[in-house]
């Protein structure tokens, strides 16, 4: 009887440390800790946010563009498409991110990895302030990017040349990246808002093939907010396979519209398609919330992005959710 009733309370104890099990740590790849109008909720807060919601790291990088704030605005813009204002290169977010990480404390500053955005992609200088942030942070930045090339409506209200990511002002940029080690975080939408085919990812590929000592990640896998409300992309995931069949050099961002259009399907379930993708190639694929600045809506994409890896074996849900982003970086060092 005595043994029976051990061992009603040790069930009850597996099921009480259950119901109170915190989730393993996570490693937020894609966090915007400036806006576009270079403003956040404060990075101090944003630690707090982190620990609340189980992240361990997570790769920072500002906003390389700024809204402008016109004459004749009817009030000033908060986010891009807030009215027709353009943006422009904005080169001071970089020195905003390094100044705002220094100021930590290293405990919490080592969980942070700086990524350099705030150059022209379309300018064959942009590599001089690459090099500069270089200079003057040494041993700070642990990758290059968000870069902004095709974002449809973002491009849209960009002034000067379009941005693609095989343009040659990003050759040297590329070269730089594999010379000093630094990943490249890589924004270009699959295709624009109306076409079907997928009629940028030729300039994705080109860029990944050039360049095969250059570690590349795909934010998003090509989607966006903006295409998703016109068309779903059917193909996603077999090009996706495709191109990381082709290319070592390539990596996949799982966030953003990736996560709740393709990851997860319309009741919010793992979809078997893109589960057994990341099952094939478990070491290519990373995970991110694409916070822009405003620190409460991390806990929930993030609670999407853990519903995909709870349908992974543990193994590959540890590569995705952790180790491949810490690998990329070099790091490891928040234990
Ligand atoms: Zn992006």
Redesign the pocket.
């Known amino acids: 009887m005595k043994k029976i009733l051990l061992l009603v309370l040790l069930a009850l104890l597996g099921a009480a440390s259950l119901v109170g099990a915190v989730p393993p740590p996570l490693v937020d790849g894609?966090v915007h800790i400036l806006d576009f109008n270079q403003s956040s909720d404060g990075l101090e807060r944003f630690i707090t946010v982190m620990d609340a919601n189980g992240v361990s790291a997570a790769w920072v990088m500002g906003a390389p563009l700024q809204k402008m704030w016109q004459e004749h605005a009817p009030r000033r813009p908060v986010a891009y498409e807030s009215d027709d204002a353009p943006v422009y290169y904005y080169s001071a977010t970089d020195v905003i991110v390094a100044r705002q990480v220094l100021k930590l404390p290293p405990h919490q500053r080592r969980r942070l990895y700086p990524f350099i955005c705030g150059f022209n992609p379309t300018d064959r200088n942009g590599v001089r302030h690459i090099r500069l942030m270089l200079e003057l942070y040494p041993g700070l930045w642990r990758g290059i990017g968000?870069i902004?090339t095709r974002?449809d409506a973002l491009t849209r209200l960009t002034y000067g040349e379009t941005a693609r990511a095989d343009h040659p002002a990003l050759d040297a940029v590329y070269e730089l990246a594999a010379e000093r080690h630094l990943p490249v975080?890589l924004?270009s939408n699959i295709t624009s808002t109306r076409e079907t085919d997928f009629i940028y990812q030729g300039e994705v590929e080109r860029a990944v093939a050039r360049h095969p000592a250059t570690t590349f990640i795909w934010?998003?896998a090509g989607c966006?907010a903006n295409i998703e409300r016109r068309q779903h992309l059917d193909n996603l995931a077999a090009q996706v396979e495709r191109l990381l069949r082709q290319y070592a050099n390539l990596n996949i961002?799982l966030?953003?519209t990736l996560v709740s259009h393709y990851l997860l399907d319309g009741s919010g379930k793992a979809q078997p398609l893109w589960v057994t993708l990341v099952r094939r190639y478990p070491r290519r694929f990373l995970v991110g919330s694409?916070i822009v600045g405003r620190w409460d809506k991390q806990a929930a994409a993030l609670d999407r992005v853990r519903t995909f890896l709870a349908a992974l074996p543990p193994e590959v849900a540890a590569l995705v959710a952790r180790d491949n982003a810490l690998r990329l970086v070099g790091g490891g060092k928040d234990g």
């Open positions: 894609e968000e902004l974002h975080l924004h934010a998003h966006a961002m966030s953003w694409d």
